[in-house]
């Protein structure tokens, strides 16, 4: 949790506060050539990424990983630990810009636009892709502060009236608003772990987002309110397009449509879901799947 | 143990899988020897070996119990997936084949029991030859499906579909041979229609052993054959095993 207002609004959202980063490219890159097991293209894209390479400080993460992530899908990433799907995932929103020494190649688009060119801003982007990350984070502010900030800042609410029927919408989304709408002014620190991560995703809704990217959104979460996380990413589903970093495989399994595992940097294989975990046709899916290491 | 239940990070997993797939050995086993005891109280007109065999049918139902509950607590436990899942989903339906292969095989012992009836004459003898006949082809095609199974083998599981078809041929020509006898003597009427619903059990155990065989193919290659034709399942073998 965060110790004061400014750390966590440094820290939040999409990190919208921040100046965005050139990113490096390097042009020769030596790109290990790597197979894919699997259709990587969807009929209707939302988000096209291909030849992904990224690198820390020299030593690469992320060797030539492409992928569609289609419109109103859910996409699950799954693979052992340092498997690099995180990294993958914070490529989408351009969060790996804040890490110094860190180097994306590759073209990562969106609608067609590639997020990676320099007149890219990565204010809006951020918003258009919102993040929810593995600890709830809530702003010490109330709940009603914490869903009005992103579009105030934004400049997405007309007035107060408008402001608030966003609130209300985006709470109501995110399967909140019966239990916020009488508690608008308390803090929304006060709020339960699966409560608070609602409140992170209505958050990330308020700004209209297209994709939502969620990187082990419910790993703190109890069995029920993961539940309740769960039933609401399929609702989301409908308006949104989402991409799902998560360690466990049963709910990889219950709430993608299509599953993308990774391993050591590389895109092992990409399927339907129900293929990839009742047939997956690579050996290490199969291993990691079924627990054979991992 | 086989490569299916190997390999896990849990090592409980590998003994829990290796105990289920200990279970269908057992009842494998225990099924075939109950189709040669029943067959051979037949043949030697022993009725209390034939009351054996049905008093043994209860212990291929509690086996039957007990894979199905180890199956229920491994999927509850360790949610499995893959092949894993495949494993434990066919032995779950072998372990159902074979507790219906001890069915049969009970039948075949209460014919021993209503032929050989003190108060009845037995029957002509050349009558029951196609009875030995069939429960030898049976008996071969329920061994090698469980080696099949044991040893993951496609070309064994394609072997025991393909003979299927010869069962299926022996049984018809095996009727036909019956219908003569009752055109002899229409007396051998009732006789008949004992010694048919035996055949049909061993030809039921020998579908018994094609199912099994299906069921490998399904844990292997993730193809479910049970109802295609032999020229796709043969197909289907040769692209996951062209050797």
């Given at each position: 949790?965060?110790?004061?207002?400014?750390?966590?609004?440094?820290?939040?959202?999409?990190?919208a506060?921040?100046?965005?980063?050139?990113?490096?490219?390097?042009?020769?890159?030596?790109?290990?050539?790597t197979?894919?097991?699997?259709?990587?293209t969807?009929?209707n894209?939302?988000?096209?990424?291909?030849?992904?390479?990224?690198?820390?400080?020299?030593?690469?993460?992320?060797?030539?990983?492409?992928?569609?992530?289609?419109?109103?899908?859910?996409?699950?990433?799954?693979?052992?630990?340092?498997?690099?799907?995180?990294?993958?995932?914070?490529?989408?929103?351009?969060?790996?810009?804040?890490?110094?020494?860190?180097?994306?190649?590759?073209?990562?688009?969106?609608?067609?636009?590639?997020?990676?060119?320099?007149?890219?801003?990565?204010?809006?982007?951020?918003?258009?892709?919102?993040?929810?990350?593995?600890?709830?984070?809530?702003?010490?502010?109330?709940?009603?502060?914490?869903v009005?900030?992103?579009?105030?800042?934004?400049?997405?609410?007309?007035n107060?009236?408008?402001?608030?029927?966003?609130?209300?919408?985006?709470?109501?989304?995110?399967?909140?608003?019966?239990?916020?709408?009488?508690?608008?002014?308390?803090?929304?620190?006060?709020?339960?772990?699966?409560?608070?991560?609602?409140?992170?995703?209505?958050?990330?809704?308020?700004?209209?987002?297209?994709?939502?990217l969620?990187?082990?959104?419910?790993?703190?979460?109890?069995?029920?309110?993961?539940?309740?996380?769960?039933?609401?990413?399929?609702e989301?589903?409908?308006?949104?397009?989402?991409?799902?970093?998560?360690?466990?495989?049963?709910?990889?399994?219950?709430?993608?449509?299509?599953?993308?595992?990774?391993?050591?940097?590389?895109?092992?294989?990409?399927?339907?879901?129900?293929?990839?975990?009742?047939?997956?046709?690579?050996?290490?899916?199969?291993?990691?799947?079924t627990?054979?290491?991992? | 143990?086989?490569?299916?239940?190997?390999?896990?990070?849990?090592?409980?997993?590998?003994?829990?899988?290796?105990?289920?797939?200990?279970?269908?050995?057992?009842?494998?086993?225990?099924?075939?020897?109950?189709?040669?005891?029943?067959?051979?109280?037949?043949r030697?007109?022993?009725?209390?070996?034939?009351?054996?065999?049905?008093?043994r049918?209860?212990?291929?139902?509690?086996?039957?119990?007990?894979?199905?509950?180890a199956?229920?607590?491994?999927?509850?436990?360790?949610?499995?997936?893959?092949?894993?899942?495949?494993?434990?989903?066919?032995?779950?339906?072998?372990?159902?084949?074979?507790?219906?292969?001890?069915?049969?095989?009970?039948?075949?012992?209460?014919?021993?029991?209503?032929?050989?009836?003190?108060?009845?004459?037995?029957?002509?003898?050349?009558?029951?030859?196609?009875?030995?006949?069939?429960?030898?082809f049976?008996?071969?095609?329920?061994?090698?499906?469980?080696?099949?199974?044991?040893?993951?083998?496609?070309?064994?599981?394609?072997?025991?579909i393909?003979?299927?078809?010869?069962?299926?041929?022996?049984?018809?020509?095996?009727?036909?041979?019956l219908?003569?006898?009752?055109?002899?003597?229409?007396r051998?009427?009732?006789?008949?229609?004992?010694?048919?619903?035996?055949?049909?059990?061993?030809?039921?155990?020998?579908?018994?052993?094609?199912?099994?065989?299906?069921h490998?193919?399904?844990?292997?290659?993730a193809?479910?054959?049970?109802?295609?034709?032999?020229?796709?399942?043969?197909?289907?073998?040769?692209?996951?095993?062209?050797?």
């Open positions: 949790m965060f110790n004061s207002f400014s750390q966590a609004q440094s820290t939040m959202v999409n990190e506060v921040e100046a965005p980063v050139e990113v490096k490219r390097h042009a020769s890159i030596h790109r290990e050539q197979d894919t097991v699997g259709e990587i969807v009929a894209p939302r988000m096209t990424c291909r030849n992904v390479d990224v690198f820390y400080s020299g030593s690469q993460a992320i060797y030539n990983v492409s992928l569609d992530i289609g419109k109103n899908e859910v996409v699950s990433m799954i693979g052992p630990s340092g498997c690099g799907k995180s990294t993958f995932l914070r490529c989408l929103n351009r969060m790996n810009d804040t890490i110094d020494g860190c180097m994306v190649t590759g073209a990562i688009k969106i609608d067609g636009q590639d997020i990676y060119k320099k007149s890219m801003d990565v204010v809006p982007l951020r918003a258009q892709v919102g993040m929810v990350f593995q600890k709830p984070n809530p702003f010490p502010k109330s709940l009603y502060e914490n009005a900030y992103g579009p105030r800042i934004h400049g997405i609410a007309d107060k009236e408008h402001l608030d029927h966003i609130v209300e919408t985006s709470l109501k989304r995110a399967g909140l608003w019966e239990e916020a709408k009488d508690r608008m002014d308390q803090p929304g620190t006060g709020l339960s772990g699966g409560q608070q991560q609602r409140l992170c995703i209505a958050r990330a809704i308020a700004v209209e987002p297209e994709v939502i969620m990187d082990e959104p419910c790993s703190a979460l109890d069995p029920i309110a993961t539940a309740r996380i769960e039933e609401l990413i399929d989301l589903r409908e308006n949104y397009t989402i991409a799902i970093v998560t360690h466990s495989m049963q709910q990889a399994a219950r709430v993608s449509q299509r599953t993308a595992y990774f391993h050591l940097g590389k895109l092992i294989e990409v399927g339907e879901t129900e293929q990839i975990f009742s047939q997956p046709k690579h050996k290490l899916t199969e291993d990691y799947i627990g054979r290491f991992g | 143990m086989n490569e299916m239940t190997s390999g896990h990070t849990v090592s409980a997993y590998n003994d829990e899988l290796k105990h289920i797939n200990q279970l269908v050995e057992q009842l494998g086993e225990l099924g075939r020897d109950q189709l040669r005891r029943a067959v051979l109280s037949l030697e007109g022993d009725t209390k070996a034939a009351g054996q065999v049905i008093d049918d209860r212990d291929l139902n509690d086996l039957d119990v007990q894979a199905d509950e199956v229920i607590h491994l999927i509850a436990k360790r949610q499995p997936m893959g092949k894993d899942l495949r494993d434990i989903l066919t032995v779950q339906k072998v372990v159902s084949e074979l507790e219906r292969v001890g069915d049969e095989a009970r039948k075949v012992a209460n014919l021993t029991i209503h032929f050989y009836d003190q108060d009845k004459n037995p029957p002509n003898g050349q009558m029951l030859l196609d009875i030995y006949k069939m429960a030898d049976v008996d071969c095609m329920l061994h090698k499906s469980l080696e099949a199974f044991k040893q993951l083998d496609l070309k064994k599981s394609l072997d025991v393909k003979e299927d078809d010869n069962l299926y041929e022996e049984y018809r020509a095996a009727l036909r041979r219908s003569t006898y009752v055109m002899e003597d229409s051998n009427v009732g006789c008949m229609v004992d010694v048919t619903l035996t055949l049909r059990a061993l030809e039921r155990i020998g579908g018994h052993a094609k199912n099994i065989a299906g490998v193919i399904y844990l292997v290659t193809r479910d054959v049970r109802h295609e034709s032999l020229a796709t399942i043969r197909a289907e073998v040769l692209a996951a095993d062209p050797n």
